[in-house]
């Protein structure tokens, strides 16, 4: 009976402890502030929102607590049609930051006069990476990517003169076997120069190509500073074509993502960003809020 009167003393003396804190001291416990997390959107997921009312987007993206930013949008050394500066404020005055660029270089090469623009535009901005998103059909075989990464190289070299770390972001296409030849694996990661260049490793198009993530990052330690996290609804059988039609919301899936940020420090990431190639199916900004929920409280956490 001691015992008992004593429990329901510091039973009631924990209520009124409870009491006097108040709901601040739960809300905090339950609602972390989200941008503590640092998790960064690739804007591509919202580029039809993007195109019709950038400033709405962005305030939109910042009050479901996304820190970090890659951008689409560079063209005629504009981002989303505003001068560097004068974008790169409207994305500090919501409380976010810019850290990425995904920014094509064609196959057919280019001059280091446009290098150094490209380079000199982003510099302005304050970015960290420009990315290299994308390859056309037309110019995925052995002879165009040798070409291509020795193009990339040099665009690397100009970019690290003002303080730019170059990627490239993969899909499926380049795991698939070419007589022998596996691009990603036998072109790309020895040919591109480590000290320049690094991986942006997509999660759902590697695991779509039958690769671990895991593995990669074992077999390539500290070469991926930037992951893309985007989810499949479906689990299949490794393909290389682009077929997107099962991307999902982070977490709504089948890809073990706890698994994979628990060997961040082996791939060296430094940033992560949601993506989904298809927009939400509709409902970009539902998407990515689900997204954003599922990483502070289920996976970073």
């Given at each position: ?28 416990a339950?609602t972390?502030?989200k ?7 690739q804007?591509?997921?919202?580029r ?20 970090n ?28 930051q ?25 510099a302005?901005?304050g970015?960290k ?88 990052f ?49 791939a ?11 927009q939400?199916?509709?409902l ?15 996976i970073?956490?």
């Open positions: 009976m001691k015992n008992r009167r004593d429990f329901l003393k510091i039973s009631a003396a924990g209520a009124v402890g409870a009491m006097v804190l108040g709901p601040v001291a739960c809300t905090t339950v972390p502030d941008k503590s997390f640092g998790v960064g959107l804007l591509y997921t919202i039809d929102a993007m195109a019709a009312d950038v400033v709405g987007s962005l305030q939109k993206v910042s009050d479901m607590g996304y820190k930013l890659e951008l689409a949008g560079y063209s005629n050394g504009k981002f989303y049609g505003y001068e560097p500066a004068e974008f790169k404020k409207i994305v500090e005055d919501k409380g976010m810019i850290i990425s660029s995904h920014t094509q270089v064609e196959a057919a090469g280019i001059t280091m006069e446009n290098a150094r623009k490209m380079a000199d535009d982003h302005a901005l970015v990476y420009c990315v290299q998103p994308w390859v056309n059909d037309e110019d995925r075989n052995i002879e165009t990517y040798k070409r291509m990464i020795a193009d990339w190289n040099q665009v690397a070299s100009v970019m690290k003169e003002v303080g730019i770390q170059f990627g490239y972001h993969n899909h499926n296409f380049e795991f698939a076997n070419m007589d022998g030849v596996v691009p990603y694996y036998d072109i790309f990661m020895p040919e591109m120069d480590n000290g320049l260049i690094t991986m942006e490793l997509d999660l759902y198009w590697a695991t779509k190509a039958g690769q671990d993530p895991v593995e990669m074992d077999k390539y330690p500290g070469r991926f500073q930037l992951l893309h996290f985007k989810d499949m609804a479906k689990q299949t059988d490794p393909y290389f074509d682009v077929v997107k039609d099962d991307i999902t919301s982070v977490g709504a899936g089948l890809i073990d993502f706890n698994r994979i940020y628990a060997a961040r420090e082996k060296g990431m430094k940033y992560l960003f949601v993506e989904d190639d298809n939400g199916n509709g970009p900004f539902e998407g990515i809020e689900t997204s954003i929920t599922n990483l502070t409280t289920k970073l956490v």
